[in-house]
């Protein structure tokens, strides 16, 4: 169990002096707390239900009660949600883990899960950081947890509000940041729910990506706010997915034939994206090009058969599985007339990138917003996406200012926009320029949260936690 406090002002910030803990909002959690036990069948269903698609979301079940097989104590807790959230928080852990101090990265997601299990092999192996399911949203599960590995603090990464994380994490005293983060609607830009704008001031202190972002937050009542930026551009790119690029780009498709990937697309935007495929193809032969070879790579690996056999409806269709090996090699018979490669892998992504003239970003003609363009940007890729962008407030909305990321609100539109880039009359070094000089600038953020968290932590009172795990301070 743990005890203590770090302090009388650590235990002020914590309860009494903080908006938090009013009585509506204890109400409002007593009720939360009520609607999980009582739905916790169901939510147990719904992963069975999962598993039938992706038998992870049956195994490791007792971690989502706060039941783990041999915990110890770590300094820093991370919580990432998903596969990309875990990818967002990896040049944070690695500062961290070259600072000596143990790590316990929690997910929700099996694909978090999985993509924390292969980023860090070698740590987890030698024992410096561990890797669980976060738990589900019980006090006997969180205080399970918390006994299990001990932590000194949290950091969250990007938009997650967990009542019951941000609740107990306040009850035991381990101060919670949330990190890359945005809080974003795409009318107003403000909170869309007053419970969980109450809640999110349960953070401790909030790392926001960009001026608006930190506004928004303060708007809502959160305090002790540092913009940092977007930690995405701080990920190592991975060159053998790069090199892999060179020795099958001319199998795969002449020189002369461009490529165009849709990346992350998800369930929802199918016509859509089959729309923009039309468009694409039906635009660059009406101006005497070859139609370019599309890659289609779903977010979600669930989606990978429905997706081919959508696809092979209507077009020549390849998958990724089938025409290439684990090292990705062509080992299959590329079809002479092939229309259309489906990405059905896993954590590929910058092979499917580095192999496109020109991507396009998923999710932007969805009402939930596009995904990343970080990834395209860092290998100097033109990116183009659909209307929805609010999920990617920054960097897009720089992006699109700098020219280097191109909007447009049907898929027709954003066609033409695809072709012009293709085979418009641009400088590609100057565009590639462009775009190199753009991820430059926007580098660094994951060194300024390890800068400036300390002096968050001395603010509120945590002093103890910067002099115990001797984090690195900036004068």
């Known amino acids: 169990m743990r005890n203590g406090t770090h302090g009388q002002q650590a235990a002020d910030i914590a309860t009494r002096k903080h908006p938090f803990l009013t009585l509506k909002t204890r109400v409002q959690l007593f009720l939360y707390r009520v609607a999980w036990v009582i ?21 490791n079940i007792p971690e989502r009660f706060g039941f783990y097989k041999s915990p110890k104590p770590a300094t820093v807790w991370l919580h990432a949600n998903s596969m990309g959230e875990v990818r967002s928080a990896v040049p944070i852990i690695h500062k961290y883990l070259n600072q ?13 899960r999985q993509t924390t299990q292969e980023i860090f092999a070698p740590e987890i192996a030698a024992g ?137 697309a998800v369930e929802g935007e199918e016509s859509e994206n089959l729309a923009l495929i039309d468009e694409i193809r039906n635009t660059a032969i009406s101006r005497g090009e070859t139609a370019p070879l599309i890659i289609y790579v779903p977010r979600a690996t669930e989606r990978f058969v429905p997706i081919t056999q959508i696809l092979n409806d209507k077009f020549t269709v390849q998958n990724r599985s089938v025409l290439f090996d684990d ?36 999710g932007g003609f969805d009402r939930r917003g596009a995904h990343n363009i970080i990834e395209p940007i860092a290998v100097q890729k033109p990116v183009f996406v659909g209307p929805y962008t609010w999920s990617i407030e920054y960097p897009a909305k720089e992006a699109l200012d700098a020219g280097v990321l191109k909007q447009a609100d049907t898929p027709a539109l954003l066609a033409v926009d695809v072709v012009d880039g293709l085979f418009g009359c641009d400088d590609i070094n100057v565009r ?16 300024k949260v390890i800068d400036c968290l300390p002096r968050l932590l001395r603010e509120t009172g945590f002093a103890k936690i910067v002099d115990d795990a001797r984090l690195s301070e900036t004068p």
């Open 100 to 112: 000596g101090l143990k790590i316990v990265v929690t997910n929700m997601t099996p694909a978090g």
């Open 128 to 264: 410096s950081l561990q890797f669980s399911y976060i738990p589900f949203e019980f006090h006997g599960a969180y205080q399970r947890f918390f006994d299990a590995f001990q932590p000194k603090f949290g950091l969250v990464m990007e938009a997650e509000i967990w009542p019951m994380m941000i609740d107990r994490s306040r009850h035991f005293k381990v101060p919670l940041f949330l990190c890359n983060a945005q809080y974003s609607d795409h009318k107003s830009g403000r909170a869309p729910d007053q419970f969980l704008a109450k809640i999110c001031t349960g953070y401790v202190g909030i790392f926001a990506k960009s001026k608006p972002q930190a506004d928004r937050f303060r708007h809502i009542g959160c305090t002790h706010i540092a913009i940092t930026g977007e930690t995405r551009f701080d990920q190592n790119v991975p060159q053998n997915l790069l090199d892999s690029v060179i020795l099958v780009r001319e199998k795969l498709a002449p020189m002369s034939r461009k490529i165009v990937t849709i990346a992350s």
């Open 39 to 59: 739905l916790s069948p169901i939510i147990l269903a719904y992963f069975l239900l999962r598993s039938r698609r992706d038998s992870a979301y049956r195994q």
């Open 327 to 362: 090292n990705l090699c062509i080992v299959g018979t590329v079809e002479p007339n092939l229309d259309i490669l489906v990405g059905d892998s896993f954590g590929e992504m910058y092979f499917y990138l580095g192999l496109s003239d020109a991507v396009v970003v998923g």
């Open 432 to 447: 590639w320029k462009a775009l190199l000089d753009f991820y430059r600038a926007h580098t660094g953020s994951a060194q």
